[in-house]
């Protein structure tokens, strides 16, 4: 008893020392003194009305909203076909190509940046939005894959194989049987890769056009002049889009699931 009972002081104490800079952060957002500390002066929303007047976070951010989308539906896309191919079906180099889809988890993201940034210098290939979305979206994929793995996984097929014999063509037993069975994972995988690419800042650095700023680089280009008040009411943001979409989602996932049943 003494063994748990100091595993859960000690656990308790780590994400106490995780969490604990995220709620200072919450705090601060709402902090009416222009130098932020304790204790708090007073309860105001200035920040985040100087945040809505500011131009170039409101474009860095709707910058990130635009990429974040784009890669959802590009890797939820790739990562649905891919993971069909993978699970129904055997061919020659299926192990290959599953450990290719999956090498940009197992890959360092700074070596990956920097290997893709090489590469395109090699081809004398300018930065671009293009290559961000293309690199946000490859480094998304192994998640949307191995989420929609694991649901097809117990998908059965005799389900398919029943609309098959009703006259279902392939596409029709797709979109009528076991797109609407998947779709929790599918939905699931989306979100995982609009957060990935909307919290990225290490290989964005290395791939957006001069002159291109997200969220996140925006935080990170603020925090190098001066540590303003904008800042925390711009991470009060981000923590509720990032943190908040994905509960409101997995909860309206298991409403449908549930309605379904």
Do not use: C
């Not at 090699?122 to 930065?127: D, E, I, K, V």
């Amino acid at each position: 008893m003494r063994v748990w009972t100091l595993l859960k002081v000690y656990s308790f104490l780590v994400y106490t020392f995780m969490f604990a800079p995220i709620a200072v952060v919450l705090l601060l957002a709402f902090n009416n003194s222009q130098f932020g500390g304790f204790p708090i002066e007073g309860f105001s929303l200035r920040w985040f009305v100087k945040l809505y007047e500011n131009e170039a976070i409101i474009r860095a951010f709707r910058t990130s909203m635009s990429l974040g989308v784009l890669t959802a539906l590009i890797s939820t896309t790739i990562g649905v076909l891919a993971s069909l191919a993978l699970v129904r079906y055997q061919f020659r180099g299926k192990d290959f190509i599953t450990t290719f889809l999956i090498s940009p988890v197992l890959v360092p993201e700074t070596v990956l940046a920097v290997g893709v940034l090489i590469f395109l210098r090699w081809l004398s290939m300018p930065r671009s939005f293009l290559l961000l979305l293309v690199g946000h979206s490859i480094i998304a994929l192994p998640f949307v894959v191995l989420v929609v793995q694991a649901r097809l996984v117990g998908i059965k097929r005799e389900y398919e194989e029943a609309a098959r014999s009703l006259g279902a063509n392939p596409v029709q037993t797709f979109f009528q049987i076991t797109l609407p069975l998947l779709m929790p994972a599918v939905f699931a995988g989306a979100l995982f890769a609009f957060t990935i690419s909307f919290d990225n800042i290490t290989a964005t650095i290395f791939w957006r056009p001069a002159g291109m700023e997200t969220v996140p680089t925006q935080i990170f280009g603020m925090l190098r002049n001066s540590i303003s008040p904008e800042i925390n009411a711009l991470g009060f943001v981000m923590i509720v889009i990032t943190v908040g979409v994905p509960v409101m989602a997995g909860g309206l996932a298991r409403y449908f699931s549930r309605k379904k049943t």
